[in-house]
């Protein structure tokens, strides 16, 4: 790999694929790190390096040029980096349940699309994590949320989660922007990915949550999973949060019991 970094366009799908810098920790060795989630976990875990493992979706909006699109690669020491992280989120999970819906967590270093940042995706029994360059914020909580939050979508559709019970717990009057295009902005034009108080007294732990109902409860998971003191004050406080908690804890307890240890700490 070029270490002073080079840009190679991939001119077949309109997409720019970015070789990053190398940057590498001798002291890690990411084959290995994935030889062991598999074998702990039954999970595969694969650094991005080529356009083609990006989901089938995004591959064909690309072949039709609906959407200008940048793949950044990962150093080794960023791969390893979250390797250490994806260890650590797995453990949160009972034996089993992640190779029951998951075969692949495929982890790059960025991906632009039409100038927004994504961190996150999954596409059926797949899982694509970025440790975006970009975004500002690379610490190992919000790497590791990024899973949980990703994670939580496959769970959602898999074990039916009563999305019309979590609506009616909104307050009157709230509405999700819903509309891609519309939350694109929204999401360029806000200061934090935090919730402030405003949000919160709404329900929302997090501005991506007026979004959509399914990211309004992954942001729930994320939180949960990774700062349970945070989540433990905002259920004290808010009302509606409280409620909506109670609902996501009620949801994976009736996945496993073995959950137990996640929520005991919260409320």
């Not at 650094?47 to 591959?59: A, D, F, H, T």
């Not at 793949?71 to 390797?83: E, F």
């Not at 970009?134 to 559709?157: K, P, R, V, W």
């Not at 402030?196 to 732990?205: I, K, P, Y």
Request: net charge positive; proline share 4%; aromatic share 12%.
């Amino acid at each position: 790999m070029n270490k002073r970094g080079i840009i190679l366009y991939c001119m077949a799908l309109g997409i720019t694929l970015f070789v990053n810098p190398c940057s590498d920790d001798p002291q890690q060795d990411p084959s290995a790190m994935a030889t062991a989630i598999r074998q702990q976990y039954g999970v595969s875990v694969e650094e991005i390096n080529r356009v083609e493992q990006l989901p089938g979706s995004i591959l064909s909006r690309l072949k039709h040029k609906e959407v200008a699109a940048r793949l950044i690669l990962a150093t080794k020491a960023q791969y390893s980096n979250y390797m250490t992280i994806l260890e650590k989120a797995l453990s949160k999970y009972p034996p089993g349940l992640l190779a029951k819906h998951l075969d692949t967590i495929y982890v790059g270093g960025g991906y632009r699309e039409n100038g927004g940042i994504v961190v996150g995706l999954y596409d059926k029994r797949k899982l694509y994590l970025f440790y975006n360059h970009q975004a500002g914020d690379n610490s190992a909580i919000f790497l590791e949320q990024t899973f949980h939050h990703e994670f939580s979508s496959i769970l959602i559709y898999a074990y039916d989660f009563p999305a019309f019970e979590w609506l009616e717990l909104n307050p009157k009057g709230f509405d999700y922007i819903i509309n891609p295009v519309k939350i694109n902005r929204y999401m360029n034009a806000i200061r934090s990915y935090h919730a402030d108080r405003v949000l919160l007294e709404q329900g929302l732990v997090s501005s991506y949550g007026k979004a959509n109902a399914e990211n309004d409860i992954n942001t729930y998971v994320e939180l949960i999973f990774t700062r349970p003191q945070r989540m433990r004050a905002y259920v004290r406080k808010y009302p509606v949060t409280s409620k909506k908690y109670d609902m996501v804890k009620h949801f994976y307890l009736s996945i496993s019991q073995q959950f137990d240890g996640i929520f005991s700490n919260i409320k």
